[in-house]
C-alpha cells in the first residue's frame, strides 16, 4: 500500500521559521513534491525533489532522504499570506498521491 | 504565463444526471490528470490520460467516470449517474511529462460540482 503522514495543524508567527515534516510509504517512488493551498483554491506547486538534499526557491526549501523516506518543507520569513494548507505529495508511475495536508496558522 | 482553464466554475445537478466537466490544459502539455477533493479533505487522484488513453486511474474511478480528449485542446470529465458523495471540488491538471519527469503538475482553477 501507500501512505503519507504529515501533522494536520501547525501554528508559527509572522517573520519566524516552520518546517513541515512528511514520512511516506509507496511504491514505484519518483520523488517528493510540495503543493500550497489557499482556501477556496487550487494547489501550486512549490518544489520538487527526487534525489536527497534540500532543494531552495526563495523562502521555501524543501528536503529529502530516500533512505529515510522522509521529507520537509521549511518556510523561513513567514509572512500572512504564508496561511494555507501545505501538501506533500509522491510521485509514482504516473500519478501524483497527496497527503492529507498541513494547515499552517501564522500569528502576527 | 500559460495556464490551465476549467468550465464551469460550480455545477450544481440532481442526483441521478450525468455532468460533464470541461477543462483546457496547457497547450505544450501531454499528460492530463483528474484530482477530486472533498470539503476539507486532501486532494485525490482520479485518473491519468496520455496520448488519447487512460495512464492510470484509482479505485474511485468506476465505470460511473469517464474521460475523453474530443478535439485537440479539450479534457473533460465526464460522471453519469451522480450521487450525493459525488459533491466535491474537481481539479484538471497538465503536465509536460509523467513519472520521473512530472516535475510540476499544474493546477485547474477547479469546478465545484454541487449535487442535490
Known sequence: GQSLEQPSEV???EGAIVQINCTYQTSGFYGLSW???????????LSYNALDGLEETGRFSSFLSRSDS?????????????????F????????????????LHILP | EPEVTQTPSHQVTQMGQEVILRCVPISNHLYFYWYRQILGQKVEF?????????????EIFDDQF?????DGS???????????EDSAM???????????????????PGTRLTVL
Open chain 1, 11 to 13: 501554528t508559527a508567527v
Open chain 2, 46 to 58: 482520479l485518473v491519468s490520460f496520455y496520448n488519447n488513453e487512460i495512464s492510470e486511474k484509482s
Open chain 1, 70 to 86: 522522509y521529507g520537509y518543507l521549511l518556510l523561513q520569513e513567514l509572512q500572512m499570506k504564508d496561511s494555507a494548507s501545505y
Open chain 2, 66 to 70: 469517464s474521460v475523453e480528449r474530443p
Open chain 1, 35 to 45: 503543493y500550497q493551498q489557499h482556501d477556496g483554491g487550487a494547489p501550486t506547486f
Open chain 1, 88 to 103: 506533500c505529495a509522491v510521485h509514482r508511475d504516473d500519478k501524483i498521491i497527496f497527503g492529507k495536508g498541513t494547515r
Open chain 2, 74 to 84: 479539450n479534457f473533460t470529465l465526464k460522471i453519469r449517474s451522480t450521487k450525493l
Open chain 2, 90 to 108: 474537481y481539479f484538471c491538471a497538465s503536465s509536460v511529462g509523467s513519472g520521473a519527469g512530472s516535475l510540476t503538475q499544474y493546477f485547474g
